[in-house]
């Protein structure tokens, strides 16, 4: 099996030098618009696949972006490993503006989104204990060591509604009482909807701010974040230039189990399954389905 790198994140991660036969193709996904084309291309003999996740001039909002043909346009287009690019305030004095965390966990605080790609006919139940891929989190962790990026390996990441940033005291509860890392907008559903399609995924977050609860950074500068985000953009780039030598053309069986979680997953008996939501499935569970 050939490895297929699919990124997930801003315009300014596309511009990778050396891809070759860059070109943008439409997939159409059953669970309706993903949010732009898809740019595929080669770099050092591995294809790789770039999303925007906001679509190409950030059209869709946190909650309006559709994460299920997102990830269903990735699956139908081969890719077998998902790296999330998104910006993030921090919790953390140690996690400063500019570092990257390498993201194990995660509390879902959205509540506007649909959540699964599955439903009435065709009920399964996955397990996202460990919500992101080790093997895929440390390829990345080394990419970013190597870009020269201030990184952290592990850390929880509060996924909220959004648009708005949080209040200060949603930031202290986040920080002090729940234990949270970081905070974005984008990473769930995202990551779930990525195990239900059996990728492995892996969220790399790149800290803009500090949230509000910082007593020497008052409330969230969008203007500041914006800076932040332009230095952090080359840096991302780089990290991802660095995946296909890392991770290699041949790709071995997850070492996780990723690529098989839905071996049991799927509650419904086969005669008494809806043969329309079935037929949506075709991508992301046609291995079990079938």
Not at 187 to 211: G, H, Q
Request: hydrophobic residues 40%; proline residues 6%.
């Amino acid at each position: 099996m050939q490895t297929v790198i699919g990124v997930i994140g801003g315009s300014g991660v596309y511009d990778i030098e050396g891809l070759e036969n860059p070109q943008w193709v439409k997939v159409d996904s059953p669970f309706g618009d993903p949010s732009d084309e898809l740019l595929v291309g080669h770099l050092n003999g591995v294809k790789m696949v770039f999303l925007p996740r906001h679509g190409r001039g950030h059209i869709q909002t946190p909650s309006t972006i559709n994460y299920r043909a997102n990830i269903d346009a990735l699956k139908r287009a081969g890719v077998t490993d998902v790296i999330s690019v998104s910006a993030c305030g921090s919790f953390r004095d140690a996690m400063a503006p500019g570092d990257f965390v390498i993201v194990d966990q995660f509390i879902d605080r959205t509540f506007a989104r649909e959540k699964s790609f599955f439903g009435p006919g065709c009920v399964a139940h996955v397990s996202v204990a460990y919500p992101t891929c080790p093997r895929l989190s440390e390829v990345c962790f080394n990419a970013a060591k190597a870009q020269g990026v201030n990184v952290h390996l592990g850390g929880t990441y509060l996924a909220m509604e959004g648009p708005q940033f949080s209040t200060l005291a949603e930031s202290k509860m986040y920080r002090d009482v729940w234990g949270c890392d970081v905070i974005g907008m984008t990473n769930m559903p995202e990551a779930k909807l990525a195990r239900e399609a059996e990728l492995c995924y892996a969220s790399v977050a790149m800290i803009t701010d500090y949230d509000s609860w910082h007593p020497d950074h008052g409330e969230v500068d969008v203007t500041k974040i914006i800076q932040t985000l332009m230095g952090n953009a080359d840096n991302a780039k780089g990290l991802v230039a660095r995946l296909p030598a890392l991770l290699g053309a041949d790709r071995i069986d997850c070492p996780h189990g990723c690529d098989k979680a839905l071996e049991f997953a799927i509650m419904t008996q086969p005669d008494m399954r809806d043969p329309t939501l079935v037929a949506k499935l075709d991508a992301v569970a046609g291995r079990v389905l079938n």
